[in-house]
């Protein structure tokens, strides 16, 4: 069934490049007529596969030679993304004209007016990559009846997806970002690693993660990329070295409030085993004192809220990372990012730090989260 998927996917991927780039040599050959068709379908067989073989090759080529494949791949496939769209709403345009108008023929400079798209596209690029490095603290403050020892604040930063895209440097800015909020305690949740455990350790991410200064603790749930992983046995290692204490199915109590971290969803998929219930994990728990789940994925909140938990913490959404996947993510989520308050119940969803594949992002920022949970006067 597995290998019947990856064939189907294959399939699409393949005719849909096919037919993009169909189109797009014979708008740009009317503009450059020069233009060899040997050349073109070569530079569009070796983008259209790059991120691809970039993970297949990455254990024989040099640091700097993944980089520079994973990133034409990726921006790649976020120049194709908004070509079909750009070519979807030209279709619609021409058909609406044939209806409209007898014996319509399309103007030739319409060919021309590709120039104006393309550049659009460029700029869009542009702008979604400089928005994606520019990241934002998110601050959010929550009052509670129950006991806590003293105002708590909490960092939260979700999907950085270290690996060969997001390296070094975005990752000592966000130590350095995470260090200035003078946090009481630090959470990852979900994706710090993008799909490969091995760079993670390669690169020495943890030495630099070891340098988080937090009052009581840095804490970290998994996610569906550390599935993708396929190795949590080291992730918990990596993690363990680096100064994380991973939380999988398992209750912490730190400074008086107690920090559930929840395996996340897609574990079934792939360990066969499913992840334990809310309810199970909260059964023994002092309900007097505040609880904190992180989840990856924020889903299942009723069943959360309804188990007496007072605050979680999520990601995985990216906020849909470039327009219009936003509008998706609004719609299969409860929220895909922000705050959402339930009577007791509060739930933070962060749209992430990093990025997956396309290093942008258009109409969603880059963010960590600051919480600030404190006693009701």
């Known amino acids: 069934m597995v290998i019947f998927f990856i064939l189907i996917t294959i399939a699409i991927y393949g005719l849909g490049n096919y037919y993009l780039g169909f189109r797009m040599f014979r708008n740009i050959k009317k503009i450059m007529p020069f233009l060899s068709a040997k050349f073109y379908w070569g530079v569009i067989i070796f983008l259209s596969l790059s991120f691809i073989t970039e993970r297949f090759l990455r254990k024989y080529l040099s640091k700097n030679l993944n980089y520079i494949i994973s990133l034409l791949g990726s921006y790649y496939i976020a120049v194709l993304f908004y070509v079909m769209i750009a070519f979807f709403l030209v279709d619609i345009l021409r058909f609406s004209l044939k209806i409209l108008i007898k014996g319509y023929k399309t103007p030739t400079v319409l060919a021309y007016a590709n120039i104006f798209v393309a550049a659009l596209i460029i700029l869009l690029i ?6 994606a490095l520019n990241t934002k603290v998110s601050e959010y403050k929550i009052t509670t009846d129950k006991r806590i020892a003293e105002d708590l604040n909490i960092v939260m930063v979700s999907d950085i997806h270290l690996g060969t895209i997001i390296t070094e440097r975005r990752l000592n800015k966000l130590v350095n970002l995470i260090n200035s909020q003078s946090p009481d305690i630090v959470i990852f949740a979900g994706d710090l690693i993008d799909d490969d455990i091995d760079i993670f350790e390669k690169r020495r991410y943890g030495e630099v993660l070891k340098n988080i200064k937090s009052k009581y603790g840095v804490y970290a749930v998994l996610g569906n990329h550390e599935y993708i992983s396929r190795d949590i046995d080291k992730v ?4 363990s070295e680096a100064g994380i204490e991973l939380l999988i199915d398992d209750v912490k109590e730190v400074n008086g409030v107690y920090l559930v971290g929840r395996d996340d969803q897609s574990s079934a998929r792939f360990n066969g085993k499913d992840r334990r219930s809310i309810k199970d994990l909260l059964w023994d728990l002092d309900n007097n004192k505040f609880i904190i789940v992180v989840d ?6 009723k069943e959360v809220k309804e188990a007496g938990v007072d ?4 990601g995985h959404t990216h906020k849909g990372q470039f327009f219009p996947v936003n509008y998706i993510t609004g719609k299969i989520y409860d929220i895909d990012h922000g705050i959402m308050k339930n009577g007791n119940f509060t739930l933070v969803v962060s749209s992430g730090y ?3 594949g396309p290093p942008i992002r258009i109409a969603t920022v880059s963010e960590i989260v600051k919480i600030r949970v404190s006693k009701n006067k």
């Open 296 to 301: 990856h994925q924020p889903k299942n909140i």
């Open 236 to 239: 918990q290692r990596c993690y």
């Open 354 to 356: 990093g990025t997956w």
């Open 311 to 314: 605050l979680q913490l999520s």
């Open 126 to 131: 542009i702008v979604g990559t400089i928005n």
